[in-house]
């Protein structure tokens, strides 16, 4: 939480009962100097978030289980994709869903970052594009993993040993990501 003083914001009532807001002479400086900070760690979460987007895009075209590579109608195709499913429950289908979602995810945080670099004075916007930054990589993180968890179990779904370890996984993942993000800020 950002106090009044590190704001350099004072607060006044008019006869009115509306609030004012006063900017004194040295909260230009602090504010600017925020803002600056705001703006580095928008420079490593957009490094970030590339990393994401370059791996579900690397994800995307190198699928599990391989291409069809036989002379058949089906050359190129995935594997997974044209034979019967297997046992995989739709393992498959999620992880091209998922790792579509965490690709549009960390696009979507990267072109914020981009917006944000732009020369703004106001830290409330800064702020805002963080946040919303933020938000938008560790969803596409999340998404990531989910996606990876459901494409090692459309591989290896005819191990109910190694089905059960994914399982398992998932809900490790998911109960470490609430604790992670359960910080108050």
Do not use: C, H, W
Not at 2 to 30: A, H, K, P, Y
Not at 44 to 66: K, Q
Not at 108 to 125: L, Q
Request: proline share 2%.
């Amino acid at each position: 939480m950002i106090s009044r003083s590190t704001l350099g914001s004072v607060v006044s009532m008019r006869s009115s009962s509306s609030l004012e807001i006063q900017q004194d002479s040295g909260s230009s400086i602090e504010s600017e100097k925020i803002i600056s900070e705001m703006k580095k760690t928008m420079k490593s979460n957009m490094i970030v978030a590339a990393l994401i987007a370059t791996a579900t895009f690397a994800a995307g075209f190198t699928l599990p289980g391989g291409y069809i590579q036989s002379g058949s109608s089906n050359q190129g195709m995935s594997v997974l994709s044209v034979l019967p499913k297997n046992g995989t429950n739709g393992s498959f289908e999620s992880f091209v869903i998922e790792d579509s979602i965490a690709m549009l995810l960390s696009m979507s945080a990267i072109v914020i970052y981009f917006i944000a670099s732009f020369p703004i004075k106001d830290m409330r916007t800064v702020g805002t594009y963080l946040l919303l930054g933020n938000i938008l990589t560790l969803l596409a993180m999340l998404t990531m993993v989910v996606a990876f968890l459901d494409g090692l179990q459309a591989v290896v779904s005819t191990s109910s040993f190694l089905d059960r370890i994914t399982i398992v996984t998932y809900l490790a993942t998911f109960l470490i990501f609430l604790k992670l993000t359960s910080f108050s800020v």
